[in-house]
C-alpha cells in the first residue's frame, strides 16, 4: 500500500506529538518526587559526612530518623550572625545565589563563582558525640559545578569531613573527589581562617610540606584540584562562612 508524502508527513507529525504530550505528561507528574529524592539525597550525604551513617543509601524511614538530631539555620553572610532556625529545603541557597535581587555579584573569581547569597545555609548536628557543624560548598570544576559538604568540629577550625554529592568531573581523574580515600585525607585538618584567606590549601601531589593544613591533591587531576583548593579559599574566606565561624567563636 502507498501512501501520499502529504499523509506520511502528517502521520508522523500525529505520533510525535502524542509522544510529546506522554513524556510532557510524566515530567509534570513526576517533578514532585524528583524534588523529593533529590532532597532525599542530600539529606543522606549530610548525615555521612556528620557521621551519623556510612550508609549513603540510607532509607527514608532511616533518614528522616537521624535528620531529627540536625538544625538548619540561614545565616547573614556579611555578619555572620545566625538569623534563625527554619525547615530544611525551604530556602535553595545556589537559586538565591543566581537571583540579583538576593545576591552580590562579582565576588570572587576564586572559584569562578560569580556571585554569592546574602543569606547562607548552615546545619548544626547535635547528636551525641557526633556534634559539629556542616557547610555547604560549590564552584567550578574542570567540567562542571561541584557541589558538596564540609563538617567541622565544634571548634569550627577542625576538618571532620568533606564530601561532594554532584559535579560532572572525568571518572579516574577529577572525579575522584568522591574517592573515600582521598576523602579520608581532609579528617583532622586545621582551617584556621585569617583575614585574607584560610590556611586550609589543597597543594599538588606528592607536595604537602604542612600535614595539619595541606591536603593532597589528586594524581592527574590539577586542575580539578586547584578547583577544590579556590573554593576552600572562598567558603572559609571573608566572602564566604568567614564572619559566620568568627561570630561563632566570639573572635
Not at 523529593?36 to 530518623?65: C, H, P, Q
Not at 555579584?105 to 557526633?130: C, F, H, I, K, M
Request: include cysteine.
Amino acid at each position: 500500500m502507498e501512501f501520499s508524502n502529504k499523509y506520511t508527513a502528517g502521520f508522523a507529525l500525529v505520533v510525535c506529538l502524542i509522544c510529546s504530550l506522554v513524556v510532557s505528561s510524566f515530567a509534570v507528574g513526576l517533578k514532585d518526587r524528583q524534588i523529593e529524592n533529590k532532597r532525599l539525597d542530600k539529606k543522606r550525604n549530610i548525615l555521612v559526612v556528620a557521621g551519623l551513617t556510612e550508609n549513603s543509601s540510607a532509607s527514608r524511614e532511616e533518614v528522616a530518623k537521624l535528620f531529627g538530631e540536625i538544625k538548619t539555620f540561614q545565616v547573614d553572610r556579611t555578619s555572620g550572625a545566625l538569623k534563625g532556625e527554619i525547615e530544611f529545603g525551604t530556602y535553595d541557597v545556589v537559586k538565591s545565589a543566581r537571583d540579583p535581587a538576593q545576591s552580590e555579584s562579582g565576588l570572587s573569581n576564586l572559584a569562578r563563582v560569580s556571585s554569592l547569597p546574602n543569606t547562607l545555609e548552615v546545619y548544626q548536628v547535635t547528636a551525641d558525640g557526633e556534634e559539629c557543624w556542616i557547610l555547604p560548598i560549590w564552584g567550578n570544576g574542570l567540567w562542571s559545578t561541584l557541589y558538596g559538604y564540609i563538617s567541622l568540629e565544634t571548634d569550627l577550625n577542625t576538618v571532620k569531613s568533606i564530601t561532594f554529592y554532584q559535579h560532572g568531573e572525568t571518572a579516574g581523574l577529577g572525579g575522584e573527589v568522591d574517592n573515600p580515600k582521598w576523602k579520608a585525607l581532609w579528617n583532622g585538618k586545621l582551617v584556621d581562617i585569617r583575614a585574607e584567606s584560610p590556611a586550609l590549601t589543597v597543594v599538588k601531589k606528592g607536595q604537602v610540606k604542612d600535614a595539619s593544613h595541606e591536603v593532597d591533591g589528586l594524581s592527574g587531576a590539577t586542575i580539578t584540584s586547584r578547583a577544590v583548593g579556590h573554593m576552600i579559599d572562598l567558603w572559609f574566606g571573608n566572602q564566604g562562612y568567614g564572619p559566620f565561624i568568627s561570630a561563632q567563636r566570639g573572635n
